[in-house]
């Protein structure tokens, strides 16, 4: 049974959160949902730019350039400040 004086886990204010961490996620959801959306129209693009005929010029100069630089970086930013974020959950315990 749970103790209804004193709980332990309660919203948390505006005050306690720390601004820069609020920021960088949500920098690093939108990265993720605009690397996410040629998947959402076009399922095989990830794989082969050609899928939708925009394979030359800057189609095919932006598809190389999101493969080599920016695909599971901002998965791996994502799972980083997860595990920050839950870090600081357990700190707080």
Request: glycine share 12%; aromatic share 18%; net charge negative.
């Given at each position: 049974?749970?103790?209804?004086?004193?709980?332990?886990?309660?919203?948390?204010?505006?005050?306690?959160?720390?601004?820069?961490?609020?920021v960088?996620?949500?920098f690093?959801?939108?990265?993720?949902?605009?690397?996410?959306?040629?998947?959402?129209?076009?399922?095989?693009?990830?794989?082969d730019?050609?899928?939708?005929?925009?394979?030359?010029?800057?189609?095919?100069?932006?598809?190389?350039?999101?493969?080599?630089?920016?695909?599971?970086?901002?998965?791996?930013?994502?799972?980083?400040?997860?595990?920050?974020g839950?870090?600081?959950?357990?700190?707080?315990?």
């Amino acid at each position: 049974m749970l103790d209804q004086t004193s709980p332990k886990i309660a919203a948390t204010l505006g005050m306690e959160r720390i601004q820069s961490l609020d920021v960088m996620r949500g920098f690093v959801l939108f990265g993720i949902l605009l690397m996410n959306i040629n998947g959402f129209g076009l399922a095989k693009a990830y794989i082969d730019p050609t899928v939708a005929g925009g394979y030359t010029g800057y189609n095919l100069y932006t598809w190389i350039t999101t493969n080599m630089f920016f695909e599971g970086t901002m998965r791996a930013l994502f799972s980083l400040l997860f595990g920050v974020g839950m870090y600081i959950f357990w700190i707080d315990f």
